[in-house]
T-cell receptor, first 112, second 111 residues
Framework: EAQVTQNPRYLITVTGKKLTVTCSQN?????MSWYRQDPGLGLRQIYY???????DKGDVPEGYKVSRKEKRNFPLILESPSPNQTSLYFC???????????FGPGTRLTVL | TQLLEQSPQFLSIQEGENLTVYCNSS?????LQWYRQEPGEGPVLLVT?????EVKKLKRLTFQFGDARKDSSLHITAAQPGDTGLYLC???????????FGTGTRLKVLA
């Protein structure tokens, strides 16, 4: 089944404790993105990747890192999480930016 | 800076009524997509429009891309409770690969 998977689905952590949210797609898509969704602010792109080893900043990259060592995986890293990073995070992939984006199920992160 | 403004933000209507959601920008978009999102899930694509002036129909939903590719609309005819959800427009502006989402329209259709 074609899908985007994210782990974990829920995470409660404390300020400053490094964490990684994994994202994997099995559709051989080139374009992958991370978004955060906050009430009243909609979905905002954090980072995107056009292909392996090609990543770039979205609109809200501060406090986040990504890597794209393999085509299928695009982990999101929070080196030192802060409470303002409490949010609902979505990973997505598509053949290209003009094409349908397939979204993962979301990761609800709480930073205390 | 929010490049895609949607209106209205919230809409509560009775079953059978018609409605239109607007998505506006000052920037030109390479293509524009409409998604619907259910609570606790990721957005799911409804349609992609690419050509200025394009109109696409999906059952009771009609999508239009503005001639200048700066705006779009979603019209729902005879809304049903199953249409309830968050509607999002999204796309990339010409010359970039950033993907921008609109502010969203939360629709509730009452039986």
């Amino acid at each position: 089944e074609a899908q985007v998977t994210q782990n974990p689905r829920y995470l409660i952590t404390v300020t400053g404790k490094k964490l990684t949210v994994t994202c994997s797609q099995n559709m051989n898509h080139e374009y992958m993105s991370w978004y955060r969704q906050d009430p009243g602010l909609g979905l905002r792109q954090i980072y995107y990747s056009m292909n392996v080893e090609v990543t770039d900043k979205g609109d809200v990259p501060e406090g986040y890192k990504v890597s794209r060592k393999e085509k299928r995986n695009f982990p999101l890293i929070l080196e030192s999480p802060s409470p303002n990073q409490t949010s609902l995070y979505f990973c997505a992939s598509s053949i290209h930016t003009r094409n349908e984006q397939f979204f993962g199920p979301g990761t609800r992160l709480t930073v205390l | 800076t929010q490049l895609l403004e949607q209106s209205p933000q919230f809409l509560s209507i009775q079953e059978g009524e018609n409605l239109t959601v607007y998505c506006n920008s000052s920037s030109v978009f390479s293509s524009l997509q409409w998604y619907r999102q259910e609570p606790g899930e990721g957005p799911v694509l409804l349609v992609t429009v690419v050509t200025g002036g394009e109109v696409k129909k999906l059952k009771r939903l009609t999508f239009q891309f503005g001639d200048a590719r700066k705006d779009s609309s979603l019209h729902i005819t005879a809304a049903q409770p199953g249409d309830t959800g968050l509607y999002l427009c999204a796309g990339t502006t010409s010359g970039t690969y950033k993907y921008i989402f609109g502010t969203g329209t939360r629709l509730k259709v009452l039986a």
